[in-house]
T-cell receptor, first 113, second 111 residues
Framework: EAQVTQNPRYLITVTGKKLTVTCSQN?????MSWYRQDPGLGLRQIYY???????DKGDVPEGYKVSRKEKRNFPLILESPSPNQTSLYFCASSLSGGSQPQHFGDGTRLSIL | GQQVMQIPQYQHVQEGEDFTTYCNSSTTLSNIQWYKQRPGGHPVFLIQLVKSGEVKKQKRLTFQFGEAKKNSSLHITATQTTDVGTYFCAGQETSGSRLTFGEGTQLTVNP
């Protein structure tokens, strides 16, 4: 089944404790991206990747890192999480960028205390 | 940078009433996409519009892309409780590869 898989689905952690949210897709998509969703603010893009080893900042990249060493995986790293990063995070992928439909994962709800 | 604005933020309707959400971009778009997110779920792709003035229909849903390719609308005729959710538009600039999402319109339908 074609899908985008995120883990974990839920995480409660404390300020400053490094964490990684994994994202994997099995559709051989070139384009992957991370969004955060906050009430009233819609989906804001954090980082995106056009292909392996190619990543770029989205609208709200501060406090986040990403890597794209393999086509299928695009982890989101919070090296020193802070409470303002408490949010619902979605990973998405598409064949080739914004001209194609985005396939979203089920989301990861992060709470930073 | 590109901004995509969506109104209204919330809409409450009685079942059977019509519903419309509007999307406006600060720049010309190469395409616009619409997504639906059910409560507790993830955004799911509905449709993509590419041509100026394009109109597409999916059963009770009608999607329009403006002549200037800077605005779009989604109209639902005779809403049903299954239409509940948040509807997002997302636009791609003509000069870039990124997709920028609007703030979404949260629709509730009273039975």
């Amino acid at each position: 089944e074609a899908q985008v898989t995120q883990n974990p689905r839920y995480l409660i952690t404390v300020t400053g404790k490094k964490l990684t949210v994994t994202c994997s897709q099995n559709m051989n998509h070139e384009y992957m991206s991370w969004y955060r969703q906050d009430p009233g603010l819609g989906l804001r893009q954090i980082y995106y990747s056009m292909n392996v080893e190619v990543t770029d900042k989205g609208d709200v990249p501060e406090g986040y890192k990403v890597s794209r060493k393999e086509k299928r995986n695009f982890p989101l790293i919070l090296e020193s999480p802070s409470p303002n990063q408490t949010s619902l995070y979605f990973c998405a992928s598409s064949l080739s960028g914004g001209s194609q439909p985005q396939h979203f994962g089920d989301g990861t709800r992060l709470s930073i205390l | 940078g590109q901004q995509v604005m969506q109104i209204p933020q919330y809409q409450h309707v009685q079942e059977g009433e019509d519903f419309t959400t509007y999307c406006n971009s600060s720049t010309t778009l190469s395409n616009i996409q619409w997504y639906k997110q059910r409560p507790g779920g993830h955004p799911v792709f509905l449709i993509q519009l590419v041509k100026s003035g394009e109109v597409k229909k999916q059963k009770r849903l009608t999607f329009q892309f403006g002549e200037a390719k800077k605005n779009s609308s989604l109209h639902i005729t005779a809403t049903q409780t299954t239409d509940v959710g948040t509807y997002f538009c997302a636009g791609q600039e003509t000069s870039g590869s990124r997709l920028t999402f609007g703030e979404g319109t949260q629709l509730t339908v009273n039975p």
